[in-house]
């Protein structure tokens, strides 16, 4: 592997890297969204001036989408204001809603790569936290799971349904926006959650949701539960915006799957079947949260395990 080329501001471009940038059409999103902010991406990919082929790639798609987020959000498309730490810690937390944590972890090496020279470079003399690829948020309490369910119910029914969602069924921005009322049905005498790809699936409500949540999605009907388009997940991140952990931070969808993952951990949940219930393929990530589980009587673990 070569050595890593150094980002200079506005570099001179090879010309294979200048093609790309004249002529580069990402596959992966809406042919328009990408025109809507092509031009913005070049730009940034102007001033980034990557010298090798692999990173460009990469660069433009990135750029793509976080100018896509930022104009969904009616932020204004100025890289001193949007290249900051604070900026790319909520974009890498959309990312990693949405996209998976794999790709929030290239995202945020690249934003840390490039953010200095796109942005201000005062601004990142103090990097912000980093999210490492199997980083899994810590799990709330009841109490405070108690405060965001009352926030949610008095900001109204599309929070009090993503809440449900996240702490009832560990939904997050992967299934959020897709799912109707009318998707809440009743399986062997229980409310329960059907959702589609990625890992279409059933998912039981839990109980402390259960019938807050049928009576939520028999208002609602056939529309979306958390409202809007069914491919807007930059809804989800709106909404959290009115629910807060603590004074100045706000609700992430993350630890609401990580609350909702703990309690079937702490009700000793067969981990096959909460496998297939999450979605999750590796049980990394369920191991991730059992360390914030209180630890059960092991003595009556031991005696069940007798019996294996």
């Given at each position: 592997?070569?050595a890593?080329?150094?980002?200079?501001?506005?570099?001179?471009?090879?010309?294979?890297?200048?093609?790309?940038?004249?002529?580069?059409?990402?596959?992966?999103?809406?042919?328009?969204?990408?025109?809507?902010?092509?031009?913005?991406?070049?730009?940034?990919?102007?001033?980034?001036?990557?010298?090798?082929?692999?990173?460009?790639?990469?660069?433009?798609?990135?750029?793509?989408?976080?100018?896509?987020w930022?104009?969904?959000?009616?932020?204004?498309?100025?890289?001193?204001?949007?290249?900051?730490p604070?900026?790319?810690?909520?974009?890498?937390?959309?990312?990693e809603?949405?996209?998976?944590?794999?790709?929030?972890?290239?995202?945020?090496?690249?934003?840390?790569?490039?953010?200095?020279?796109?942005?201000?470079?005062?601004?990142?003399?103090?990097p912000?936290?980093?999210?490492?690829?199997?980083?899994?948020?810590?799990?709330?309490?009841?109490?405070?799971?108690?405060?965001?369910m009352?926030?949610a119910?008095?900001?109204?029914?599309?929070?009090q349904?993503?809440?449900?969602?996240?702490?009832?069924?560990?939904?997050?921005?992967?299934?959020?926006?897709?799912?109707?009322?009318?998707?809440?049905?009743?399986?062997?005498?229980?409310?329960?959650?059907?959702?589609?790809?990625?890992?279409?699936?059933?998912?039981?409500?839990?109980?402390?949701?259960?019938?807050?949540?049928?009576?939520?999605?028999?208002?609602?009907?056939?529309?979306?539960?958390?409202g809007?388009e069914?491919?807007?997940?930059?809804?989800?991140w709106?909404?959290?915006?009115?629910?807060?952990?603590?004074?100045?931070?706000?609700?992430?969808?993350?630890?609401?799957r990580?609350s909702?993952?703990?309690?079937?951990?702490?009700?000793?949940t067969?981990?096959?079947?909460l496998?297939?219930?999450?979605?999750?393929?590796?049980?990394?990530?369920?191991?991730?949260?059992?360390?914030?589980?209180?630890?059960?009587?092991?003595?009556?673990?031991?005696?069940?395990?007798?019996?294996?």
């Open positions: 592997m070569g890593r080329h150094e980002l200079v501001r506005g570099a001179a471009l090879p010309a294979d890297i200048q093609t790309l940038h004249d002529t580069y059409v990402p596959r992966v999103m809406p042919r328009g969204d990408w025109d809507a902010v092509a031009d913005t991406a070049r730009a940034w990919f102007t001033l980034a001036a990557p010298q090798e082929r692999q990173l460009a790639l990469q660069l433009m798609l990135m750029f793509g989408r976080f100018a896509h930022a104009s969904s959000l009616r932020l204004k498309l100025n890289a001193n204001v949007l290249f900051t604070s900026m790319v810690d909520r974009y890498i937390e959309h990312v809603t949405t996209l998976g944590a794999k790709t929030a972890t290239e995202y945020r090496a690249l934003m840390r790569r490039v953010g200095p020279v796109v942005g201000k470079a005062d601004s990142w003399a103090k912000g936290r980093q999210i490492g690829r199997n980083s899994v948020p810590k799990p709330l309490s009841v109490e405070v799971e108690h405060s965001c009352t926030q119910r008095r900001a109204g029914i599309h929070h349904a993503m809440c449900l969602l996240g702490f009832g069924c560990g939904l997050d921005g992967r299934w959020l926006p897709h799912v109707r009322g009318i998707d809440v049905v009743e399986l062997d005498g229980w409310p329960h959650v059907q959702v589609v790809d990625p890992d279409a699936r059933a998912i039981p409500v839990l109980a402390a949701h259960a019938d807050e949540l049928v009576e939520v999605a028999g208002r609602i009907g056939d529309g979306f539960l958390i809007g069914n491919h807007v997940q930059n809804r989800v709106v909404l959290t915006r009115k629910v807060l952990i603590t004074e100045g931070r706000k609700l992430f969808v993350g630890e609401m990580s909702w993952f703990a309690k079937h951990l702490a009700n000793n067969h981990l096959v079947y496998s297939h219930i999450t979605g999750v393929k590796s049980f990394a990530r369920l191991l991730a949260v059992l360390e914030h589980v209180e630890v059960p009587d092991l003595g009556a673990l031991a005696l069940q395990a007798r019996s294996a």
